[in-house]
């Protein structure tokens, strides 16, 4: 069948291609009143205006990152001493919707996971306990929140220029109420793109078809980077191909085939994406003395032991062989990868992704509950048909672009070591019930997850489970131990991110 083309002139920016700014802003709003809400976002979409959402769409988000990519390849250690830019995305709960007072036989057609929102399906996603809502930084889990708007530049004072440039806007003032102004920030040095337990983060992306281009396209042309499938955009956006979540007739794995596009609610949802936001506490210290604990009883290094937890070393590593790799293959008792050793095996990109977990079955390498293991299974075995696992996982994935918050400790200021840090999660799907939901509850949250080999308890992710403590196999061959969980979540908001054509067509008043 002719497979639509992706309308990048019209899909925001951030969804298909991520914003990757170091400084990004992010402001939760509230809508003073239908009228004026409608007048603000006309505003704000107006492709005349320098602060449009229209000027940050995915075909210039993504043109920009390719020239920012091209110039690291030759060598250009900051190529954002040549180019910048600064970027905006909005996105709207489903009360924001309802304040526009949009036609309610639109507002019918949304999924119950979107009309309910994140605190109402916290029983579901297992935040409970000091994550439950109840917990959460006010306005988090209420009606009251209607709008986020992402800002991103390459620095500080860009984005605050951004920033000032749309929140001192007469039509901005007159319409929404700010209630909320959270502040991401990419650590600092060494640390640049870890995550504050220290680990590389953002390594796994989905490959998209028609965004991303595979490094061998004659010899492996489903596979953007080696071991990163290429999946059908409507995975992520509304209006375009889905994947099949059975093998391919004949055939056992992987499958290449377009399924259907991809809907949910009215028609004008295409072209758009659903967006999760959590703000995710992580307790630093308290992480690092358990892997350090736990290192010493198991008898092995604390950089293996918190590869374990993870599936990575903190370097980005991977754990398991991967494909190709020089025989013989032994776990390196310390971090391959770092910069004293092979810093390739972590920041390059035909090395850390290529592997895969089935020749791993029982874990003996990478623990079958080791976070990246429990979000993205890969060809592990998950299915009673064994050919259909891999095929049906990839109908779970996520477009991750999250960013850390708070200062890295001895940092100044905010580095003291009881100071909020953590981690602003934010994904990109077409079904939070299939996609964002089915991760955490069935896999993430789930101590019997992966399903085989029968008769195991894997255990619940050890990083991101939101229970006090669980168990975790971190040896097929011992009892299982037990793992305390250190992240929280304080906050946290189902949005759809319209299209630009949409967003003017609400500015307008004619959706």
């Not at 996105?91 to 996971?113: H, I, Q, R, V, Y």
């Not at 955490?440 to 308890?457: E, L, M, R, Y």
């Amino acid at each position: 069948m002719a497979v639509k083309a992706l309308n990048l002139d019209n899909i925001q920016g951030n969804i298909l291609g991520g914003f990757n700014k170091d400084f990004q802003t992010f402001l939760f709003l509230k809508f003073k009143s239908a009228v004026k809400g409608r007048a603000w976002i006309q505003d704000i979409a107006d492709p005349d205006s320098k602060v449009s959402v229209a000027n940050s769409s995915s075909t210039e988000v993504l043109k920009f990152n390719a020239q920012f990519k091209a110039l690291l390849a030759s060598g250009i250690e900051k190529p954002e001493s040549l180019i910048s830019a600064a970027w905006t995305n909005l996105a709207l709960t489903f009360s924001g919707l309802s304040a526009l007072n949009l036609k309610a036989a639109d507002l019918t057609k949304f999924p119950t996971a979107f009309k309910q929102g994140m605190a109402a399906r916290a029983p579901l996603i297992g935040d409970q306990g000091a994550s439950a809502p109840s917990k959460w930084i006010a306005p988090f889990g209420t009606s009251d929140v209607h709008v986020v708007l992402q800002i991103a530049a390459d620095d500080l004072q860009s984005l605050s220029d951004r920033v000032n440039d749309i929140t001192a806007s007469a039509k901005f003032i007159a319409g929404v109420t700010p209630l909320q102004v959270v502040q991401g920030r990419t650590r600092e040095g060494a640390e640049a793109g870890h995550e504050h337990f220290g680990f590389k983060d953002g390594i796994s992306q989905p490959g998209i078809r028609g965004v991303t281009q595979p490094d061998d396209p004659l010899g492996n042309p489903d596979q953007g980077h080696p071991g990163q499938d290429l999946l059908w955009p409507g995975e992520f956006v509304l209006g375009y191909p889905t994947q099949i979540p059975k093998s391919p007739v004949g055939g056992c794995g992987f499958n290449t085939q377009a399924g259907a596009p991809s809907k949910s609610g009215p028609s004008w949802t295409a072209d758009g994406s659903y967006l999760v936001f959590r703000r995710l506490a992580q307790d630093v210290p308290a992480f690092d003395q358990q892997v350090t604990a736990l290192a010493s009883q198991a008898g092995i290094h604390k950089d293996l032991l918190g590869a374990k937890l993870v599936g990575r070393y903190k370097s980005g590593c991977p754990l398991e062989e991967r494909h190709f790799q020089p025989q013989p293959f032994v776990v390196s008792p310390t971090d391959p990868g770092s910069v004293t050793v092979t810093p390739a095996l972590a920041n390059s990109d035909t090395l850390n992704l290529n592997f895969e977990f089935g020749d791993d079955a029982n874990g003996a390498i990478c623990p079958l509950a080791g976070h990246i293991r429990k979000a993205y299974p890969r060809d592990e075995r998950t299915l009673q048909k064994a050919c259909d696992s891999e095929p049906e996982t990839q109908t779970h994935r996520l477009l991750r672009r999250g960013i850390p918050f708070g200062a890295s400790i001895g940092n100044r200021p905010g580095g003291q070591p009881s100071d909020p840090r953590g981690l602003l999660f934010f994904c990109y799907q077409t079904d939070l019930e299939r996609q964002f939901e089915f991760v955490q509850s069935k896999w993430i949250n789930n101590a019997q997850f992966p399903p085989f080999p029968t008769g195991v308890t894997p255990g619940e992710d050890p990083i991101i489970a939101q229970t006090v403590s669980g168990t975790f196999q971190l040896d097929p061959a011992k009892p299982n131990i037990t793992v305390k969980h250190f992240v929280t979540t304080t906050a946290g908001e189902y949005f759809f991110a319209p299209s630009i054509d949409t967003l003017q067509k609400i500015g307008a008043g004619t959706i």
